[in-house]
């Protein structure tokens, strides 16, 4: 059984930046597809940003230019770099990885932009 464990969450002020770390609880696990995906209040789960056959990336229109998604190491950590955040930014954001026909996600971690 594979986990995905996220960190970084946390308040930033608008403007400002964070960083969000995923990683695998096992090493070496074949992940077709791993990204990031948000929930705000009251919506639905959208995908952010994802890396497809290891090296095509994908982003969400809301985030291009500012979010940058990265992938290294042995345990599948992906990484979600988010700059100039904004208040509509604010969900909580999920790191899901797709192993064979089963689509494993993390628990989640909780972004709050605000001033």
């Known amino acids: 059984q594979v986990n995905l464990v996220e960190s970084g969450g946390g308040l930033v002020q608008p403007w400002g930046s964070l960083r969000l770390s995923c990683a695998a609880s096992?090493?070496?696990?074949?992940?077709?597809?791993i990204g990031w995906y948000r929930q705000a209040p009251g919506k639905q789960r959208d995908l952010v940003a994802g890396i497809y056959g290891g090296s095509k990336t994908q982003y969400a229109d809301s985030v291009k230019g500012r979010f940058t998604i990265s992938r290294e190491g042995t345990n599948n950590e992906i990484y979600l770099q988010m700059e100039n955040l904004k208040p509509e930014d604010t969900a909580v954001y999920y790191c899901?990885?797709?192993?064979?026909?089963?689509?494993?996600w993390g628990q989640g971690t909780l972004v709050t932009v605000s001033s």
């Open positions: 096992r090493s070496r696990v074949s992940f077709s597809a």
């Open positions: 899901k990885g797709r192993l064979g026909s089963n689509d494993i």
